[in-house]
């Protein structure tokens, strides 16, 4: 049998040879105390490190880095640190979304350029996650996700507590008169009392899950804590793993296939995942040239049932998760009803099934069996009708079932800010049945589509005993959120979508099962208010913010740059809009 040629190196362009070129890289590199050997063509592995003291997430993720290193070296590759920018979701304003894309040119830029070989991301907080995988993925070549970790559970009075969906929690607790403000001061150092990112599922430990189901890293990535020796021990084994994908030729493409996101779909679903992962997937999809849609989350997610009793759709965080056996025995579980595709390839070399099929659960309360589910059809919904024509989303494991077919009047907001003014006045006209509807708040309009789409409630409301109430809007919410909120409307109201024709006082109608969001508004009306419309965008604060609003493509495109998506889907789109 002839042996496999090894691909050839590209980071022999740079530093192969003995012209003046590959002298003027050797010697720079040098002057760091690189010995002689390290240029010998050995695999150059570039460690995409999104560390940051203004994101605490991954404020850890410097250690891990050098753990990563030793791994690298131990296979035998040459493994160079560089810095990606780190969009903080607890830090940066007005949203980490609206940096999420130039997070991910900054990426495929920084490969495009070095001499890099295979590449290691970095990752943590919510958008690095995303935007790391996005700018690899143009780039095609030998990829693998690491990490941070989950933070340990919160503790405050004695109570296991979830971050960000407590404080959700506590601030409506606070509006109502039920907690004081000084306990609400107090729960500060214990809802998040560890490195690493929310031990809810929200966004971060979403999107580690999804790196993990699409094959981009090793067993327990999503699951085990950011202070836990073993997220050391799985640094160094993906520093190992990605030489090993250099040598074999194993691009990131080879991985990420239909098959992939459509396990990462399925696995959403199960672990009653964020509504953000509709977005990011198709972000990432399409810069693969894989045509992911809207309709793709209700093909594959619609029937699958939620297995995970997490926060914030549950009881439990990441720690029970890790414990009880972790993202593995979700697959495993999944694998033995039938609902995966088994021969999708990862980055051990070997399929998702050989990875998982062996897995164990070992605490049926926290993942729970399939016959025993925490919701019968998880996933997220995908709403259509006259209010949403191309599409809003929700997320039915977090949201109340008795809402769940509805008709309420609207209350309208124009955008957050007028919400902020308008919601505690004691004279606003809303009631149990009403509908908050927010717009403006989406991708052109914040700009950003920042996650402000799950309003608190009126507090004369919560003063009642009101929990719950359906909320309309364009924008986004977070992962760690919960309610029967809907989202990611599109198009949104600043591009003219119908959104932006709702007036105060209409009726909606809701009906998740039937998937329709309705205005009860005649087509005629609608016209009629169309040719009074005038959009006025807020003013943009920068170059950026501009490019942003000029080339961002709409929630169901994945809010991704039109110049940034692989050349095929940009045929498609062309076609179909």
Known sequence: MTKKKKPELRSRQWYGGSDKSAFMHRSWMKNQGMPEDMFDGRPIIGICNTWSEMTPCNAHLRDLAERVKMGVYEAGGFPIEFPAMSASESQTRPTAMLHRNLAAMEVEE?????????????????????????????????????SGGPMLNGRFQGKTVGSGTSVFQWTEEMRAGKMSKQEFLEAEAGHSRSPGSCMT?????????????????????????????????????????????????????????????????????????????????????????????????DKFGREIPTLLDLMPSGRFLMEEFYYAGGLPAIIRTLGEHGKLAKDALTVTTKSIWENNKDAKNWDKEVIREWDNPLTTSGGIAVLRGNLAPRGAVLKPSAASSHLFKHRGKAVVFNNIEEYKQRIADPELDVDKNSILVLRNCGPKGY????????????????AKGIRDMIRISDARMSGTAYGTVILHVAPEAADGGPLALVVEGDMIDVDIEARVLHLDVSDEELARRRAELTIQLPPVQSGYQQLYRDHVQQADLGCDFDFSIHSSELTKQRVSH
Request: net charge positive.
């Open 110 to 146: 920084s490969i495009r350029a070095y001499p890099i070989d295979g590449i290691v991301l970095m990752v943590g907080c919510d958008k690095t996650t995303p935007s790391l995988i996005m700018g690899a993925a143009s780039c095609d070549i030998p990829t693998i996700v690491v």
């Open 447 to 462: 700009p950003g589509m920042a996650e402000v789409g799950n309003m608190g409630l009126p507090p004369k409301l919560l």
């Open 201 to 297: 599922m929200g966004t971060a430990s979403t999107m580690a899950s999804m790196a993990e189901i699409l094959g981009l890293a090793l067993q327990q990535n999503a699951v085990i804590p950011a202070v836990d020796s073993r997220r050391r021990v799985l640094a160094q084994q993906s520093g190992r793993q990605i030489v090993d994908l250099v040598h074999k030729g194993i691009t990131i493409s080879q991985i990420c296939t239909h098959d992939a996101f459509k396990n990462a779909i399925i696995v959403n679903a199960a672990i009653g995942g964020s509504t953000n992962a509709a977005l990011h997937l198709i972000a990432i999809a399409r810069r693969l040239g894989i045509g992911l849609s809207l309709n793709d989350w």
